[in-house]
């Protein structure tokens, strides 16, 4: 019994030693720098529409729609007992889904659930049986990373517990269990392309470089940033910012090429496209030498009525002859107006416009000031004779004036009667409260010495 516990210890320590050397190894491709896909020059004439190509499908960030889908683990078995071809044990994919093929392994292989947390996609054969005895191969599968690594062990199944145990043959690692014993083959990689899930848009980044000629690597100029996100930056001077452009699918396509329209020759130099893949550990860099050549000569032009020519073709009298003098031709060149002739005229209208409206409102505000300067001056006025007049006074003024318009009345009448209505009805009587008996007994009384006069005059 103390002698089966040695053993288990021993094959513990063994096991922690090979799973600390398998784990210090290389992680993964990571490089720290770019490194340089392709570099080649290229050449267009002035004036011409340059692209520089700068493609690469594994920047399709689209292609990460099933994240749990994308990272995978298999172990296969190969070199059995019985030989034969390789075959699939069990596999898994990063959303925990594990699959084990055949039906006597059921419950038998197993990988942790956290494989893709912990980054340990080891295998545990609860008990060894002859059968599994061969080469393991635990391979990691990355598909929209395109990562393919893999890792050999090889398991040997023993009777005798003394030489169970592992150790390194220099190419893998060789493991010795005790059969009915548990076996765990190790396959640990902590890289972070196959332990964490980043979101696409924030680890993919291309940007363009430029360097003039005669200026080193280190002290390019950036023309532009582009984001998986959509985000987009432009540098570079202004001349040339303007007419640089990268198609707006670029990260869905994975072509990030430069279109430079139109070239001109100051744009000569060195072109470079960097690709940046922080979750996939991918950085590419594409070199461009791109030289900017004369524009090529325009063809002549035809013969044609209006410039003197004939329209055979044949050259014209005196053409061969240097010593005539050719008439100077003039080309009426007709220049259409610009975007800014139209806004200055529309400016010269407007302001037109608003001086009118101003003056016409300090027409309309001036007019209403004077006529409240007159009501005002009227109401002053009223005022102040209000105050100097007399009320008795200006009764006697009414009375004396309605006198002098009676007296001057004068007035044709045929008879006296007529004139006194006319004069009663000028100047009416005050009321007053009469006793008709006494009234009429004194008019009799005061006419009747004056009445026969009165009938005898009115008999004439």
Known sequence: MELRARVLLWKLVLLQSSSVLLSSGPAGPATPGSSVVSESAVSWAAGARAVLRCQSPRMVWTQDRLHDRQRVVHWDLSGGPAGGPARRLVDMYSAGEQRVYEPRDSGRLLLTPSAFQDGNFSLLIRAVEETDEGLYTCNLHHHYCHLY??????????????????????????LAVERGAP????????????TDRHLEEAQQVVHWDRQPPGVPHDRADRLLDLYASGERRAYGPPFLRERVAVGADAFARGDFSLRIDPLEPADEGTYSCHLHHHYCGLHERRVFHLKVTEPAARPPPRDSPGNGSSHSGAPGPGA??????????VINVIVPEGRAHFFQQLGYVLATLLLFILLLITV??????????????????SKSKGKDV????????ARDQALYRREDIRLGYKNNLLKERVELSHSPLPAKSIDLDKEGQRADTRLSPWLPEFRKEYCK
């Open 390 to 397: 007399n009320m008795v006074e200006f009764a006697a003024a």
């Open 320 to 329: 061969g002859d240097p010593t005539l003098t050719r008439g100077r031709s």
């Open 364 to 381: 309309i505000l001036a007019t209403r000031q004077r006529r409240r300067g007159g009501y005002e001056y009227s109401d002053k006025k």
């Open 149 to 174: 690594e893999s890792l050999a062990v090889r398991l040997e199944v023993t009777d005798d517990p003394w030489a169970a145990g592992a150790h390194w043959d220099g190419e893998k690692e060789v």
């Open 183 to 194: 076996a765990l083959l190790t396959c640990v990689n902590r890289a972070h392309v196959w």
